[in-house]
């Protein structure tokens, strides 16, 4: 926060940014007032000429109509489909250790953090994972653009994701397609046959909700794992513990997100004129509301710059909070408990290399590593 207030308005970006926590809080918490669906404040003139919108997707969805896609989807997506992940999991990350230990070098990102979710994610869907070299150029474009979109670059920053998007959609509703003729035992097959009260996803829907899992699914998990380790790296008493005792990972999990939060930022745009941190915020105005910031309120944590898993409770808000909840945090964290036990099984120390160091995302709204040699 460039004021020190936990809300204030970022003119040259022309929009809302909220950092503190019960503010935050407040904003995840009212949909009616906060809605999801940014696109709607964008000037029609900032948007790319072909017709390419976000609107419809989970994400971007206010109640009623995203309590309905939530509950059909989640049918699809449920956490026991998650749980018996789990020895493959382990299997994946023991032969990608395998692979890296031949090489005889390791880099965490390239050689486990990025490809595992990717696999992983893959594999439930039912999409071949032998075409993750596909999946990585698509969230690369999608992603890894730097700097903020300014409201003057935004129709720009559009026009660029336009192909990949229409590439990815393409390639997922071939897929989904073709699950419609032959069902096969995935999640694909679980969305297209998915139904709640008697209702269906439509087919956009099923495509739009296989886009949101192959790219949430995979980029955060990736800098869930870097941030993890830069973490015990950085706080190795920390490490010593988790290590002596693997019943903490989970906790460790947790403040990993608290502390170096993947997903930064969440959007949202006011219907009305609201009141929140002791500023009026008019109507139609785009909110930024920084997890990332939130989750250093000492306000709400105490020592928030010091990573301590033994924080009881944890509240942090790294899978965002309300109706809106991250669907994969079950998958994130199961995903990130047996990657760290395993990294601890056979890493030991689990230690960055101070010769060749981490880089960092360019993107400021995504805190995590692309590179993290160890
Ligand atoms: C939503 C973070 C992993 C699927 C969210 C939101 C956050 C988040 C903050 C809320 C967005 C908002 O309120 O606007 C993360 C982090 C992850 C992670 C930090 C990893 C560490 C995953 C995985 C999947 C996934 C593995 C799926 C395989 C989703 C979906 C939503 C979502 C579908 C939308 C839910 C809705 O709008 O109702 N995630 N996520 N995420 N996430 Fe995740």
């Known amino acids: 926060p460039r004021s020190g207030q936990p ?30 669906n940014t696109m709607r404040v964008v000037p029609k003139e900032m948007l790319p000429k072909e017709g ?28 026991k489909v998650v749980a018996d992940l789990e020895p493959r999991i382990a299997a994946l990350t ?32 039912g999409v071949p994972s032998s075409d993750r070299a596909l999946f990585k150029k698509w969230a690369d474009a999608l992603f890894q653009r730097d700097a903020k979109p300014t409201l003057e670059r935004r129709a ?27 069902p096969r035992a995935d999640l694909l097959t679980r969305l297209v046959e998915a139904e709640v009260d008697g209702e269906r996803l439509p087919d956009d829907q099923v495509v739009n909700f296989a886009i949101i899992l192959l790219l949430a699914g995979h980029i955060t998990t990736t800098m869930l794992l870097g941030n993890t380790v830069l973490c015990l790296d950085a706080f190795p008493d920390q490490q010593d513990k988790a290590r002596a005792d693997r019943s903490t990972i989970p906790d460790v999990i947790e403040e990993s997100l608290r502390f170096l939060t993947p997903f930064a930022a969440v959007g949202r745009a006011t219907t009305r004129e609201v009141e929140l941190g002791g500023v009026t915020i008019p109507a139609d105005q785009v909110v930024m509301g920084w997890l990332a910031v939130a989750n250093r309120d000492p306000r709400q944590f105490p020592n928030p710059d010091v990573f301590d898993p033994g924080r009881d409770p944890n509240p942090h808000v790294g899978f965002g909070r309300g109706i809106h909840f991250c669907l994969g945090a079950p998958l994130a964290r199961l995903e990130g408990r047996v990657a760290l036990n395993i990294l601890l099984d056979r890493l030991n120390p689990l230690r960055t290399n101070p010769d060749d160091p981490a880089e960092l995302m360019p993107t400021p709204t995504m805190t995590g590593v692309r590179r993290l040699p160890l």
């Open 94 to 125: 023991h032969e990608l250790l395998d692979e890296a230990r031949d090489r005889g070098r390791f880099e965490l990102v390239t050689d486990l953090a990025y490809p595992l979710p990717v696999i992983v994610i893959a594999e439930l869907l």
């Open 156 to 182: 720009e920053d559009l026009d660029a994701v336009m192909k990949p998007w229409r590439e990815m959609s393409d390639y997922l509703a071939d897929h989904a397609a073709e699950r419609k003729l032959r």
């Open 7 to 36: 809300v204030e308005f970022d003119a040259s970006a022309g929009m809302w940014n909220v950092y503190g926590y019960p503010e935050l809080h407040e904003v995840l918490m009212d949909p009616a007032t906060f809605s999801s």
């Open 52 to 79: 390419f919108s976000l609107e419809g997707f989970i994400t971007q969805l206010d109640p009623p109509e995203h309590g309905k896609l939530r509950k059909l989807v989640s049918s699809a997506f449920t956490r």
